[in-house]
């Protein structure tokens, strides 16, 4: 396992950006990296995911276009544009060396704490 933690969210309008940043003592270069986010009354949603290896990256269908996950310096980003309410959410971070995707939230053995990200007008 390896410790993790999440930053960038905060309160935005609809329309607006932000970066979450998943970072940790160690670099993440040979993590398969995924971000997951949970809203009230919801189920924990794959948002995006970074393969280890040069393995590509993955997202859910809505987010798309809007979304965009990368490593830069053994951390991971997740640059998220064109904002919408139903983005909003507690957002994590989770790693681990072999994973089958973001439909298997439980693969991922190392899980962050989180950063809240609100949407609303």
């Known amino acids: 396992q390896v410790h993790l933690v999440e930053s960038g969210g905060g309160s935005v309008q609809p329309g607006e950006s932000l970066r979450l940043s998943c970072t940790s003592d160690a670099h993440l270069d040979i993590y398969n990296v995924g971000w997951f986010r949970q809203a009230p009354r919801k189920e924990r949603e794959g948002v995006s995911l970074?393969?280890?290896?040069?393995?590509g990256t993955h997202y859910t269908e809505s987010v798309k276009e809007r979304f965009t996950i990368a490593r830069d310096r053994g951390k991971v980003y997740l640059q998220m544009d064109s904002l919408k309410p139903d983005d909003t959410g507690v957002y994590y971070c989770?790693?681990?060396?072999?994973?089958?995707?973001?439909?298997?939230?439980?693969?991922?053995?190392?899980w962050g704490q989180g950063t809240q990200v609100t949407v609303s007008s």
């Open positions: 970074v393969r280890n290896g040069g393995g």
């Open positions: 989770a790693a681990d060396l072999r994973v089958r995707g973001l439909e298997y939230p439980e693969d991922f053995g190392s």
